[in-house]
């Protein structure tokens, strides 16, 4: 079972594995600075998919007879199937080499959730499947509900497989593989963003496979790292990128960097409908765009403003 380990230790075992492993210090809000490791079950520059992400193989799970509204500052959750809603009251709480059927949530700028090779299933719920805050998602299989995942405030998403969203026949419900509708200090790297529910006959469907939106407030401090954005032609764009002068706070978008990413072509030659991004304000504040490619290795260029 892989645990924290000490800096000496991580660099070691860096070593002992190759290209196929690193490390990074997590600088999340529960000031956890001890190394975390990504999964080795990938391949050196693949992206994580169903095999490479979730419970480890070979872990026995046992039910979860806990709270599932968590309220104990420092639980941890191990090995278990969890069959309820979890909401998260509490600080530095881990969910680890665990599956739960149900969405998870943390509820207050004080609380903070680091969820760990698990599987996360919101299923048919018209909810966001992981959200909100002070969160830390690595190496998972997050799949189901309306988002896989929806944060506004001190998020890192890695290394993880954001996919299978839900919508009922007869609903308009919007998807995305990940929502922020507001927000800063969120990270995506190194994921597989992947909106994949075909549209339905009310046209409800997907919107993007990560969709920045300013309906609820400003968005500013986003890094969209080295992930893959898998086409569809179901999709207007593969990523909307904060900017819409239509929207309350859609015009304020600053320190917006978008680098190193693959845009899957697909059926469109485009990675969507109309293109691979929109809304994205080459001018703002910090705003970088660089390194972007079509899984062809061609340059995605940036886009217009607007």
């Known amino acids: 079972m892989r645990g924290k380990k000490s800096l000496l230790a991580a660099l070691?075992?860096?070593v002992a594995v190759g290209a196929a492993a690193w490390w990074y210090v997590d600088s999340s809000p529960s000031g956890d600075t001890s190394p975390h490791f990504t999964n080795t079950?990938?391949?050196p520059d693949a992206f994580p998919d169903a095999a490479s992400t979730g419970v480890l193989d070979g872990t026995a799970l046992s039910a979860y007879d806990g709270p599932c509204t968590i309220k104990d500052s420092g639980t941890v959750i191990e090995a278990r199937d969890i069959s309820c809603p979890l909401v998260v009251q509490a600080s530095d709480v881990v969910i680890r080499n665990s599956k739960v059927t149900g969405t998870v949530k943390v509820e207050g700028k004080d609380n903070s959730l680091l969820i760990e090779d698990s599987d996360i299933d919101g299923g048919e719920a018209y909810?966001?499947?992981?959200?909100?805050?002070?969160?830390?998602?690595?190496?998972?299989d997050i799949s189901g509900g309306q988002s896989s995942v929806n944060c506004y405030l001190n998020c890192l998403i890695q290394d993880s497989y954001l996919h299978g969203q839900f919508v009922p026949e007869g609903e308009d419900w919007h998807l995305n593989a990940f929502l922020s509708n507001g927000g800063?200090?969120?990270?995506?790297?190194?994921?597989t963003l992947a909106c994949?529910?075909?549209t339905n006959s009310a046209g409800g469907g997907c919107t993007a496979n990560a969709s920045i939106f300013g309906d609820f407030g400003p968005n500013s401090d986003y890094t969209?790292?080295?992930?893959l954005f898998v086409a569809s032609d179901e999709m207007s764009y593969c990523?909307?990128?904060g900017y819409?002068?239509?929207?309350?706070?859609?015009?304020?978008?600053?320190?917006?960097?978008?680098?190193?990413?693959?845009?899957?072509?697909?059926?469109?030659?485009?990675?969507a409908t109309f293109g691979a991004v929109t809304s994205y304000d080459s001018g703002g504040s910090g705003n970088a765009w660089q390194d972007n490619r079509w899984d062809d290795g061609k340059a995605v260029a940036a886009p217009p403003v607007g």
């Open 196 to 198: 994949d529910r075909p």
């Open 127 to 140: 909810l966001h499947t992981v959200g909100f805050e002070n969160l830390t998602v690595l190496r998972s």
């Open 41 to 43: 079950r990938k391949k």
């Open 184 to 191: 800063s200090n969120i990270k995506l790297i190194g994921n």
């Open 244 to 271: 819409d002068k239509n929207k309350k706070f859609g015009t304020q978008t600053q320190r917006i960097v978008i680098e190193d990413n693959v845009f899957q072509r697909g059926g469109t030659g485009k990675c």
């Open 239 to 241: 990523l909307y990128a």
């Open 224 to 227: 969209v790292q080295g992930n």
């Open 12 to 14: 070691t075992a860096v």
